[in-house]
């Protein structure tokens, strides 16, 4: 078993950057594939980024390529997301995943899930 918890959402104006962290538990981090995905009001929820779990290969989805990273840190049990460069359309609760298998970009294919933390990009 996992337990994510998300820490790093806050208020923050367009243009501006947050970084994102999420805390694992357990001695088994580094089987894990990982992953951020977001969810705004009345929207499903969508991936944003994933981590394999050697950490040498990166996916983002097209919206926050080229501002967003995506990164993890295993000896820490942590796993970071990077935001620059904030649009209003960024906001939304951010969701830290985690899955043994190969993850992807649907929200199926994650097993563990943190509670969320919110970010709010003001204009």
């Known amino acids: 078993q996992v337990q994510l918890v998300e820490s790093g959402g806050g208020l923050v104006q367009a243009g501006g950057s947050l970084r994102l962290s999420c805390a694992a538990s357990g001695r088994t981090f580094s089987s894990y594939a990982m992953a951020w995905f977001r969810q705004a009001p009345g929207q499903e929820r969508e991936f944003v980024a994933l981590?394999?779990?050697?950490?040498?290969?990166?996916w983002y989805d097209d919206s926050v390529k080229g501002r967003f990273t995506i990164s993890r840190d295993d000896a820490k049990n942590t796993v970071f997301l990077h935001m620059n460069s904030l649009k209003l359309e960024d906001t939304a609760v951010y969701y830290c995943?985690?899955?043994?298998?190969?993850?992807?970009?649907?929200?199926?294919?994650?097993?563990?899930w943190g509670q969320g933390t919110q970010v709010t990009v003001s204009s």
């Open positions: 995943a985690g899955t043994a298998r190969f993850g992807g970009t649907s929200w199926r294919s994650y097993d563990y």
């Open positions: 981590i394999s779990r050697s950490g040498g290969n990166t």
